[in-house]
Nanobody, 121 residues
Framework: QVQLVESGGGSVQSGGSLRLSCTAPRYIGSPYCMGWFRQAPEKEREGVATIIKAGGTSYIDSVKGRFTISRDNAKNTVYLLMDSLKPEDTAMYYC???????????????WGQGTQVTVSS
């Protein structure tokens, strides 16, 4: 099964920053949409941010103004810069990619293994 490769998680104090990276293998082609989802303990997974190949982005309200998603199409890589982190951002973060949809409401075709982000108060 094809997996995306993530890096960049860790532990920070409230107000700190982290940058996540995720690369899709070149042999799958260039996905239409790449994005980040997260799942906190005992909570459902939620979409955080998405970016299409042309550069358009979408964010959930709770991260607007604090998180920035970007993409390097030449490297098949997506980034998530997280600033002003809060304890409620603590979760396992998953990178995902899809060739047909950018909807956070459906399950995408390709996923990473997850990287833990922990924000302490």
């Amino acid at each position: 099964q094809v997996q995306l490769v993530e890096s960049g998680g860790g532990s920070v104090q409230s107000g700190g920053s982290l940058r996540l990276s995720c690369t899709a293998p070149r042999y799958i082609g260039s996905p239409y949409c790449m994005g980040w989802f997260r799942q906190a303990p005992e909570k459902e997974r939620e979409g955080v941010a998405t970016i299409i190949k042309a550069g358009g982005t979408s964010y959930i309200d709770s991260v607007k103004g604090r998180f920035t998603i970007s993409r390097d199409n030449a490297k098949n890589t997506v980034y998530l810069l997280m600033d002003s982190l809060k304890p409620e951002d603590t979760a396992m973060y998953y990178c995902a990619a899809d060739f047909y949809t950018c909807s956070m409401a459906v399950r995408w075709g390709y996923w990473g293994q997850g990287t833990q982000v922990t924000v302490s108060s």
